[in-house]
């Protein structure tokens, strides 16, 4: 009897540190939900603008406008070309703030907020490697 009274008593004291533990990983994913990302920290409302590769033309000046309303104008313009694309929509942040997903009627792009610039990412979610790498990059004009 009195090692059956040990043994409770030594699972409510597990018990008690299992709880204890459960309680500091709520904290902890209260902080981490907190931390600062591209969305809240950074001043990413603006206009920036690139020239992407194109295979048969000299580029394609993108500019890209987010807005703080949530929206965002999205226009694509072929270099010694005819071919103008615009497409607005709102825009959608990923869980992590700092990728956007622009989607409309001629654009589903994703792009990396980063401090006055935006980078070009593939449809994965992922930094565009390569030779090219640097004209996925998208400077803030304003």
């Known amino acids: 009897m009195v090692a059956g009274t040990l043994f409770t008593a030594c699972n ?16 902890l994913s209260e902080a981490v939900s907190d931390e600062h990302n591209s969305q809240n920290s950074l001043d ?4 920036y603008e690139a020239t ?4 048969d033309c000299p580029g394609i000046k993108t500019t890209v406008t987010l807005n703080n309303d ?3 104008k999205h226009v694509s313009e ?16 990923h869980d ?5 997903h622009l989607k409309g ?12 610039g935006l980078i070009g990412l593939d449809q994965e979610g992922k930094e565009i490697e390569g ?3 640097e004209h996925y990059y998208y400077k803030k004009i304003k």
């Open 12 to 27: 409510k004291k597990e018990n008690t540190v299992v709880e204890e533990t459960v309680v500091k990983s709520d904290t």
């Open 44 to 47: 990413w409302a603006g206009t």
């Open 52 to 55: 992407l590769p194109c295979a």
């Open 70 to 72: 949530g929206t965002f």
């Open 78 to 93: 072929y270099l010694e070309r005819d071919g103008k694309f615009e497409s607005t929509g709102t825009i959608m942040w």
């Open 96 to 100: 992590n703030g700092s990728v956007v």
């Open 105 to 116: 009627k001629d654009i589903d792009t994703k792009l990396k907020v980063i401090e006055n």
């Open 131 to 133: 030779a090219l790498k």
